[in-house]
């Protein structure tokens, strides 16, 4: 019996300061090209909505609003955000895209609105919107009717679903891991200090690298920030369920 070759296609975009790359198989090459092309238009939109350096963006508009002014929200929107004010309450902060500064933001799940507590709220999602675009990316593929892929952000994030399982390797000379149906995040401070305790206002000092696994590229990235933030004794708190933590107790290049 003849083996039947699987076909793979693979797309790629610059998108959030890193290389996107998407590894589809199984199904029509046109079908998986099409899948990626939309794919790709996620994650571009997702960057545009959540760059902090965008008048256009979602912080932007954030930062302009005052009590008692409450910005519409989609679905979309709306998930990131609860992701984000669930992670900063179970990480005892740890996890803060304010910084330090206030994550001073309701939500209103009903009307999909948002209001702040005062004006002039800072918001920094750098350290998890790359999560939300493989998030989004991968359900506009599975919607294509992609039934494989392997999604990743860089050499710090990356997201898998389907059948079959991908090695991946953390960093360069790290260990391996097996990818399948989860996701996968890599925090370390690497050269010149970029990621702060928002606690204190200080660079985190840990010679680590921190790794978070879970079903949603999005928790795996606000945790595994946590968790760098933090130090090994974050595992010790109440942790979302099938998460994942590992803390390797030294720096792996990017």
């Known amino acids: 019996m003849n083996a039947v ?4 296609h693979r797309a790629a975009c610059a998108a959030m300061a890193t290389r996107f790359e998407l590894v589809l198989e199984g199904g029509p090459r046109a079908a ?72 001073d933001v309701e939500l209103g799940a009903y009307a999909r609105t948002l209001a702040v507590r005062r004006a002039g709220v800072s918001l920094d999602f750098g350290g998890i919107a790359k999560g939300h675009a493989l ?16 999604l990743h952000g860089g050499t710090s994030s990356a997201l898998a679903f389907g059948p079959r399982a991908w090695r991946v390797q953390v960093g360069a000379g790290g260990p391996y891991i ?17 990621v702060l305790d928002p606690r204190s206002a200080a660079a985190v000092a840990h010679e680590a690298t921190a790794v978070a696994l879970h079903a949603d590229a999005r928790v795996a990235e606000a945790w595994s920030t946590a968790l760098l933030v933090a130090g090994p004794s974050l595992a010790e708190r ?5 998460l994942e933590l590992h803390w390797l107790p030294a720096p792996i290049p990017a």
């Open 5 to 8: 070759a699987v076909e793979r």
């Open 32 to 103: 998986l090209v099409s899948a990626a092309e939309a794919a790709i238009e996620a994650i571009e939109a997702c960057a545009a909505r959540w760059t902090r350096f965008e008048r256009g963006g979602l912080p932007a508009r954030i930062a302009r609003t005052a009590p008692p002014q409450m910005l519409q929200l989609d679905a979309d929107d709306m998930e990131l955000l609860a992701l984000a004010l669930d992670a900063h309450a179970a990480t005892a902060g740890a996890f803060d895209p304010s910084l330090g500064r206030g994550f």
């Open 135 to 150: 998030e989004l990316a991968a359900r506009v593929l599975r919607e294509h009717g992609v039934e494989s892929a392997f």
């Open 178 to 194: 097996e990818l399948q149906r989860r996701a996968l995040s890599v925090s370390a401070q690497r050269g010149r200090a970029h």
């Open 238 to 242: 109440a942790l979302p369920a099938a």
